[in-house]
Each structure stands twice: as structure tokens, then as C-alpha cells.
């Protein structure tokens, strides 16, 4: 059944009826050469609910189809019902939904929802003014139950809304311009939500709003709590048809059919959890914010909780340049998504390569580690694939020295469900596959690996030591394993926390020595427990940093940063290594003293080099220099016997009173005296060669009080030389490196 209206030079045909209920007229610029032809499809007079839910309830089953050529301008069409009345309400309720895509008339294709006249006596609906274009489908519809505000007040109370009655979850939901509703103190339900323009969402405590259906918002949402859940039984529809993104708090799949993001931009600042179904990106830019205030996460959820593309910050804060262990939340991305927004060297990437000097070798700074091997791999493409959980070492730094606060992105699909990794005898380097912290504590471990695990501290440039906790989301990190075998991580063992911070809990108590450069700061930690368990001995991790210096504890050829105790021998001696990275000077500080000073009453650090004792008290603290080199310099004495200590200190004549008098330490090229006196003295600073000769002229100073003195600052003197600092009762001499 085929009508139309057209205009020739010998006659027009202006208003058409064919055998169905369909009359078209009144069009607006009908010329010569204008027609307007129409045909449907034969469908039946009678009603399908297969219809955008947004738009209407249900639908006729037949649908017209337009025909035009030239400009015929816009129509009227008008519906003869007669014995086909379907909607509720036949003076408010008819919709002409108009299809511009494909005539199945879901939310995607319907361009058009026009209002009509009703006229009850020849029940007919009138709409006027209607733009039809060429191959558009139309078809009429009835609004869907809808419940629209009337006030700007709370979402639970009966006279925010036209119906005098609390939406539930069987009703359509329509805010208007100018009204916002607020969730506040209860939860909220609805069919279908929408948001008109000028119209307002406010979360205003947390509570849910859950929905049955689809939500469209052309309006706004404020939202920093709360949380939007999607539980419909068939596949539900998240529409952002306004001009700004929408920023979520919480959000909820609870669908195994799913839910679909369909439009605009989405913003999430907190949690997302898919319990059932999936979260599908279709159209839509969804990111999760992580900044200074937030870093969003996705709380235990279902396998393959997520389809499509989405954008995934990682912030960063400042800190000093250096390594970082870091790895991505999505199933795969490449290392190029990376080098958009950090800089990377080696990686034929778009910030080129730094060199070792003019014309020297590539410094890359993204690497792989191959745990089978134990070696090092440098990526060179950015090309190369970095899978979720699969760690990454790279070299964060806008110089050499220091790191801006920045955010990077990672693209794709979040992953969700069991990761396994496989483990060689040794180290092995792997990582957090979550966007979520994870409490390593819950992890089942196969036989041979503990609840020890390692995660690199840029500041000191050294790994720190945790047993069980918290891991970070994204974080790369070290575990030790004395067999070949698998670990995996599962959904359960998921612990959502809002922070981008890697270290997200107290540190445990154990006597700890501490060793810093006093130029860069850096430094690794070595600790006692006062347990007979040798499960409890940590091995030592060498740092990426090359000018970190490092310390550690010998025992059975072992290098250990943490070593258990049997404290039934009366005394004990701990032999320490010390690894200076540059030359210069040092510091040795001891924490948590009285967490084994309840066992020894005597805890002394020998320093074998100087022949000096310094027994450690809390927060005590010995420096000394060294140029670069490994040394077998310390040991850790531990008495339970005050005899057994006087002995000790009595066989050398220095104690920690004394090498805090007068101390010379090197920063770089600035040589310091550090002083504590209780009388003032007089003293002359000598700078000799490494053959006895003067290289400078003798300064002279007068010393009072506590205080530091530059003793030098020379850009012109290079090598080893001897600094001989003399005073009426004492002699320092140090050596000391200039470049």
C-alpha cells in the first residue's frame, strides 16, 4: 500500500489516504518536481514492545517507510485508530518515533520522538510539522509509564512527582529541566531513567539508585558518592547524550545479559564491580580517574567482566628519577600506549634515544624481566606487548634528577578473573594484574614460596621488605621462590582501596640498620626478628639504581636483608657487608632498638676499617666515608651480658661520644666538618696529596658549640686526597675522591 503527494507543472496531489490508517497533508513547500511517497511494510495494526526503552513502551508492528524527492518541505501525518487505540492515554501518550538507521527502532536508531493532537471524536492523532527524509522509518509508539518530577526535592518523597507516589522499579523515570532530585537517605528505584536538559541527578548520600532498564542523560549528574546499579533482565543501555562527561561515583553491573555504553563521555572516581554479565563499551569514552585525590578501582567481579576499549589513568607523584615497577590492568596494551605520555629511551619511540655522551651507546629505560633466564631484556619497539600483570622496570624521570607529578594512561580491556604465573627456583619479577590492591596475605602460595615479597622504593633507590599485606594496584614486585612452580591471584583476593600510593600499610616492627649516601639519599635496610624460623630470613635484591649503596647480612654464604634469631646464645656477631656505590659519605642508623633490647642489653656496631665501636641506642646513628667499592667492613655484635659489652668496648678506644665530636663527611665536591663541642678549639685543615704533598693552603678555624662548616667547594682539584684535620688533643684523617 504505496501513497504520496507531489506538485507538477499541470497538477498536485496534495493530500494522499491509502487503505490503511495513514493520511498525509498539509505539506509546506510543495514545488514543481516535489513528491512525498510512502509504503509500509504490511505489518499488523497491533502492538510489539520491541522499542527503544527510552523512547516508548511499545510500537505498532507496521512501519512506514518515506520516499522523497526535492524539497516537498515538512507534513502533517495523521493516525486513524479506530478499534486500534493502544496507549494508556491516548491525549498525552502517542509518539511518532521516527528511525533513521535501519527500522528496528531501538534507542540507537530512533532519531525522532514527536508529540501529537488527539481527537477523541474520530480517535485520530495529528502530528504537524513532521521532516521526513529520504529512506527514514516511521512508525507510531506510545510513551512509555512515566513518572516525571515536579519538584526539586527528594527522590523518596510522593511530591517530588506528577503521580504522588514513589517511582519503583516497573516505572519510567523522567526529570526535567529545571528540577534536581536527590537520593538522599534511601535507596532509589526505577524502570528506566531519564534526564532531561536542565534536568538534575544529586547523590546526596550513599545509597543506589537502581534501574531495570535504560538510563539517558541529557541533563547532568552530581555524584561523589552513591552508586548507579544496572540489574534489568535483558541487556540494559547507559546513554550520555549532554555535552560534558558524567562522573560516577560507584557503579554496578548486576546483568547477565549485560550493560552497554552507548554515547558521550564517563568518568568513574571511585568503584566499579561487575557481579553478572558484562560492561560493554559501545560508543562511549569511559575512563577511570586516578589523580592526586583518587585512583578508581574494580572491586571483585565476574571473568571477562569487561568488552571494548577503555582508558585507565595511572598518576604519579613527584619523586626523585628513577625506576619504577609497574604493569598494566588491561588484558594486553603495547608499550607505545605507555610512551604517549612518559618518557622513554631505546624504544624507537617519538622521544628519540639518550646517549652515554656525545655519540655513546643507547640508554634504554624500559625493560623486561625473563624469569626462566634471570636475565634482562631491553624493549626496543614500542611495538612490544605488555599483557595484564606481565611487570615492567622503567626509568621514570623528566631528568636525571627528578620526576613531575604526571598521569598515564593505559587502553583496552580492564581484566578481571584468575591469573597464574610461573615461578623458577630464585627471584622472580612479576605483578599486580588488578585495578585494585590486592592483599598478598589471602594469596594461596604453593610450597616453596612465603608471604615475603619485595617492592622498589624510588626515594631510597632499594627494595623494601613486607611479609603478607597490601600490594598496589598496577604495582610490579619481586617474590622469591625455592622451586619451579605456579602462583595465582584470583578475584577474592582483591582488597579495593581509593589511594595511588604503593605502600598502603604500617611497616612491621623489627630492629632495622639503615645506610644512606649522605649525597643522594639512598640506601636498603637489613632487619633482625627474634624468631628460631629461618622461613623468616629474607635474601638481598640487588637495586636497579646504580648509585644506591647497600648493605647486607652474611650468613651460610647467603646475602640476606633480613635474618631470624635464636637468641638462646649469650652473645651473637652478625657479619656485614657494605657496598659503597660512590665515593663520599655515609650514614648507618638504627631503628626499633628496643625490639631486641629486651633480649641483649648490648648492641654494638663495629666498623672494622676506622677500629671503631658504636654501641646503638634508638634512632642512634654512625657516618663514615668510603669510596666506591664492596667491603666486608661491619659486624653486628649482640650482647646479653653487661661484662660481655664493657669487655667489648674496653678492647678499643673509641665509643660513639667520640666520633661525634668533629666529623668531615663529602657531598660531591663540598667536603664538611659537622662539630659538637662542649669547649671551643682552634684547628687547622690540611689537603695533601696521596705522596705527602700540600695540594691546597692549610685553613684555619676556630670551633665553638654545634654546628657544620664548608670546608671546601674546588672545581679545580681532581683525584684522591688525604683531609688531615688537626686540633690540640686529635687527629681526623679522611680520604676522599674529587672529580
Known amino acids: 500500500d504505496v501513497i504520496g503527494i507531489g506538485q507538477e507543472v499541470d497538477g498536485n496531489h496534495i493530500l494522499a489516504r491509502g487503505q490503511d490508517s495513514l493520511q498525509i497533508f498539509n505539506a509546506s513547500a510543495l514545488n514543481i518536481g516535489d513528491y512525498l511517497l510512502v509504503g509500509h511494510d504490511g505489518g499488523a495494526l497491533t502492538t510489539t514492545a520491541a522499542v527503544g526503552g527510552a523512547f516508548a513502551a511499545n510500537r505498532l508492528n507496521r512501519i512506514w517507510r ?81 513518572i516525571t518530577a515536579i519538584a526539586s526535592t527528594a527522590w523518596n518523597l510522593p511530591t517530588t512527582w506528577d503521580c504522588s507516589c514513589i517511582p519503583t522499579t516497573v516505572d519510567n523515570v523522567v526529570i526535567p529541566s529545571p528540577f534536581n532530585v536527590s537520593i538522599i ?27 531495570d532498564s535504560d538510563f539517558l542523560v541529557n541533563g547532568s549528574i552530581s555524584m561523589n558518592t552513591g552508586k548507579v546499579t544496572f540489574n534489568g533482565s535483558s541487556e540494559q543501555e547507559f546513554w550520555n547524550t549532554s555535552a560534558s562527561p558524567i562522573t560516577l561515583w560507584d557503579l554496578e553491573v548486576d546483568n547477565s545479559n549485560g550493560v552497554s555504553l552507548k554515547n558521550g563521555a564517563f568518568e568513574l572516581t571511585n568503584f566499579v564491580t561487575v557481579s553478572a554479565g558484562q560492561l560493554i563499551n559501545d560508543g562511549a569514552q569511559f575512563t577511570f580517574i586516578s589523580d592526586a585525590s583518587n585512583h578508581s578501582q574494580i572491586e571483585p567481579s565476574v571473568t571477562n567482566g569487561f568488552s571494548g576499549n577503555f582508558i585507565m589513568n595511572r598518576f604519579f607523584t613527584s619523586r626523585n628519577a628513577g625506576y619504577a615497577d609497574l604493569t598494566t590492568p588491561v588484558i594486553t596494551t603495547t608499550v607505545g600506549d605507555w610512551d604517549q605520555e612518559l618518557f622513554m629511551s631505546g624504544v624507537s619511540g617519538d622521544d628519540g634515544n639518550a646517549t652515554d655522551g656525545a655519540g655513546g651507546p643507547i640508554q634504554y629505560t624500559v625493560w623486561k624481566y625473563d624469569n626462566s633466564a634471570m636475565s634482562w631484556v631491553a624493549v626496543t619497539d614500542t611495538n612490544t606487548t605488555i599483557s595484564a600483570g606481565e611487570p615492567i622496570e622503567l626509568f621514570l624521570g623528566d631528568n636525571l634528577t627528578t620526576f613531575s607529578a604526571q598521569t598515564m594512561d593505559n587502553r583496552g580491556t580492564p581484566f578481571t578473573g584468575p591469573r597464574t604465573f610461573n615461578l623458577t627456583n630464585g627471584f622472580n619479577f612479576i605483578g599486580n594484574p588488578y585495578r585494585s590492591f590486592i592483599n598478598y596475605t589471602t594469596v594461596t602460595k604453593p610450597a616453596g614460596v612465603n608471604s615475603q615479597f619485595y617492592i622498589f622504593v624510588q626515594n631510597s633507590g632499594a627494595y623494601q621488605l613486607f611479609t603478607g599485606g597490601f600490594i598496589a594496584s598496577e604495582q610490579g614486585f619481586w617474590i622469591n621462590s625455592t622451586a619451579n612452580t605456579t602462583i595465582t591471584f584470583q578475584e577474592s583476593n582483591k582488597f579495593p582501596l581509593n589511594s595511588n600510593q604503593i605502600l598502603r600499610q604500617k611497616r612491621d616492627l623489627r630492629f632495622e640498620l639503615a645506610v644512606r649516601n649522605l649525597e643522594n639519599g639512598f640506601g636498603n635496610n637489613v632487619s633482625l626478628v627474634a624468631t628460631d624460623n629461618t622461613a623468616d630470613n629474607a635474601a638481598y635484591l640487588p637495586s636497579p639504581e646504580k648509585t644506591a649503596p647497600a648493605i647486607t647480612i652474611q650468613a651460610d654464604g647467603q646475602e640476606l636483608i633480613q635474618q631470624s634469631l635464636a637468641t638462646t646464645a649469650s652473645k651473637t656477631t652478625i657479619a656485614l657487608d657494605f657496598y659503597a656505590s660512590l665515593d663520599g659519605s655515609y650514614s648507618l642508623s638504627a631503628k626499633d632498638v ?118 671546601m667547594n674546588n672545581e679545580n682539584l681532581k683525584g684522591i686526597y688525604l683531609f688531615v684535620l688537626r686540633t690540640n688533643d686529635k687527629v681526623i684523617t679522611e680520604k676522599f675522591r674529587l672529580n
Not at 90 to 117: E, H, K, M
Not at 185 to 208: M, R, V
Open 185 to 211: 537517605g534511601t535507596d532509589a528505584n526505577a524502570g528506566s531513567l531519564t534526564i532531561e536538559t536542565g534536568g538534575t541527578l544529586t547523590f546526596s548520600t550513599d545509597n543506589n539508585l537502581n534501574l
Open 594 to 711: 628496643s625490639e631486641i633490647a629486651g633480649v641483649y642489653n648490648c648492641i654494638v656496631l663495629e666498623d672494622k676499617l676506622e677500629n671503631k665501636l658504636v654501641e646503638l641506642q634508638e634512632n642512634s646513628s654512625y657516618t663514615f666515608n668510603a669510596l666506591k667499592g664492596n667491603y666486608e667492613r661491619f659486624n653486628l655484635h649482640l650482647l646479653k651480658s653487661s661484662n660481655d659489652c664493657d669487655e667489648l668496648l674496653r678492647k678499643r678506644n673509641t665509643t660513639i661520644s667520640s666520633t661525634e665530636e668533629l666529623q668531615l663527611t663529602q657531598r660531591g665536591n663540598i667536603i664538611e666538618l659537622t662539630y659538637q663541642l662542649e669547649e671551643g678549639v682552634q684547628a687547622q685543615l690540611d689537603i695533601l696529596s696521596l705522596n705527602g704533598q700540600k695540594a691546597a693552603p692549610s685553613i684555619n678555624l676556630s670551633l665553638d658549640g654545634q654546628g657544620t662548616e664548608i670546608l
Open 66 to 146: 518515506a520516499d522523497v524527492t526535492n524539497t516537498p518541505g515538512t507534513v502533517d501525518l495523521k493516525f486513524f485508530l479506530s478499534g486500534n487505540n493502544f496507549a494508556v492515554d491516548p491525549n498525552t501518550d502517542y509518539r511518532l518515533l521516527i528511525d533513521n538507521v535501519n527500522g528496528t527502532f531501538d534507542n540507537a536508531g530512533i532519531s525522532q520522538s514527536l508529540t501529537g493532537s488527539y481527537n477523541a471524536i474520530d480517535e485520530s492523532i495529528t502530528f504537524t510539522g513532521v521532516a521526513l527524509n529520504d529512506g527514514d522509518f516511521f512508525t507510531l509508539g506510545d510513551r512509555p509509564g512515566v
